[in-house]
């Protein structure tokens, strides 16, 4: 029988319980609000895809920079993933792979060997580690990630983010609020075209003197694979290696023959990138034109290697292709909004892009050894691009007096559907200065 009594104490109970509940979605909110979102714009997506993933890639920035999974996709129908992480060492990317597991296991991973040499766990700095960790509820997966990476005064931090955040009150932007999350299934191709840093090659027998902590990750890595069914794939990512990175590469191939499992090292494959055309810093990161150069590598090589199926036609995968189809209608918007010169020229290096140039022979743009190797670049690896070197009255006559000293007119591949048609003038030649006219 319902006493007064019994009713009082019900409602009392249901009020604790309605308090405790809002007061926990409004703690969670603001944790969300208050955390760098660096941790989630990329992971975010990953939680929310339902179907398999067949390729997760591993590394640091070089690997977020330089594999691009929409391209895996539209070349060989590849279901991926880019976990890169920008400065992470081989340890946390161990640790990142055993979170990611939890939610998926692929049947492939391929892990950049960047940092091979380095005996810390930890990226250069704690924020750099949240950004990586952070994207993950707790878990006895994270709870182990922690206690094996961090110091113990260090743990608290990772276990409750909001005990490090919960100041960045006067730091918050529209950002914060409206968080654009990564479109890229994880990627973030780069538009910019660096002056590569010199470097002498060293022979294949220069490697580390020793046994690393990273070495020893690597074969927890692989191990950890093997007893879930996955193969392994390692991989140096391009670039204009130093004496340490060209060590690092080096000595993966023992590692690749001590585990028994496959690798590429692209800094003994020079042919697949350039690093004239290729770099979106001096001696780092590459471009969009590099990025799609040694996905296609991977693509092929993949296919050729390993039981990895084409998914394009499964009625699972249709919103892969409608994803897809978007990605491509992104890639011809960021052509038509570059104003530099060199960075539209390397985003028409595209087999999904025709192109048809037309420049002036008296033209500044062709005494540029950059512009013209990026013309070049076009030539080999645009959809059946075209450029034209006319002369002057020959070029006014094809393209008008407007046109400066340079005209592209750009269509889609798939569709031959109209997507640019830009005029570059040049304005100063000591240092060359190229405006966009049109």
Same mark, same amino acid.
């Given at each position: ?13 249901? !009020? ?64 991926? =993933? ?82 490090? =955040? ?59 694979? !093997?007893? !879930? ?6 991989? =140096? ?21 001590? =585990? ?160 640019? !048609? ?17």
């Amino acid at each position: 029988m319902w006493t007064e009594e019994r009713r009082k104490k019900l409602k009392k109970a249901a !009020r604790a319980i309605i308090f405790t509940a809002g007061f926990v979605c409004i703690f969670l909110s603001l944790s969300k609000l208050m955390q760098y979102k660096a941790a989630i714009t990329r992971m975010e997506p990953f939680f929310e895809i339902e179907e398999p993933i067949d390729v997760m890639l591993f590394g640091t920035s070089h690997v977020i920079d330089g594999v691009l999974p929409y391209e895996l996709w539209g070349g060989y129908g590849i279901s991926s =993933y880019n976990f890169g992480n920008n400065a992470a060492r081989i340890p946390l990317t161990y640790w990142k792979m055993m979170n990611a597991f939890d939610y998926q296991v692929p049947k492939l991973v391929v892990v950049d060997c960047s940092y091979l040499s380095s005996d810390s766990k930890l990226c250069t700095t704690l924020q750099q580690s949240h950004n990586i960790l952070d994207a993950f509820p707790l878990s006895k997966t994270k709870l182990a990630a922690i206690e094996d990476l961090f110091e113990e005064e260090d743990r608290l931090e990772f276990l409750w983010p909001f005990s490090v =955040y919960h100041n960045r009150w006067d730091e918050l932007k529209k950002s914060d609020f409206v968080i654009a999350y990564n479109d890229e299934l994880g990627a973030t191709p780069k538009n910019k075209v660096a002056v590569p840093a010199s470097f002498e090659k060293l022979p294949r027998d220069a490697k580390l003197p020793r046994e690393t902590v990273a070495m020893e990750y690597i074969g927890k890595l692989i191990t950890s694979c !093997r007893e !879930r069914g996955v193969e392994v794939l390692l991989v =140096y990512i391009p670039c204009p290696a130093n004496a340490r990175r060209q060590k690092e590469a080096n000595s993966a191939y023992d590692l690749a023959e001590k =585990y028994g499992v496959n690798y590429i090292n692209f800094l003994d494959l020079p042919d697949v990138v350039n690093f004239a055309t290729d770099c979106n810093d001096a001696d780092s990161h590459l471009n969009a034109s590099g990025a799609k150069k040694v996905t296609d590598y991977l693509g092929t090589y993949i296919r050729a290697n390993y039981d990895i199926p084409d998914r394009r036609a499964e009625a699972d995968f249709s919103g892969w292709n409608k994803d897809y189809a978007s990605y491509l209608d992104k890639k011809m918007e960021t052509v038509k909004s570059q104003k530099l010169l060199s960075s539209y020229l390397l985003l028409l290096a595209d087999a999904d892009v025709h192109s048809r140039i037309y420049v002036r022979e008296d033209s500044a743009i062709l005494r540029d050894a950059r512009l013209s190797g990026l013309l070049e670049n076009i030539r080999q690896y645009g959809n059946n691009s075209e450029v034209l070197v006319l002369s002057p009255d020959d070029f006014s006559a094809a393209c008008g007096e407007a046109a400066g000293d340079m005209l592209a007119e750009v269509t889609r591949a798939d569709s031959g559907g109209h997507v640019d !048609r830009a005029c570059f003038t040049v304005k100063g030649e000591a240092p060359l200065i190229v405006n966009r006219t049109e």
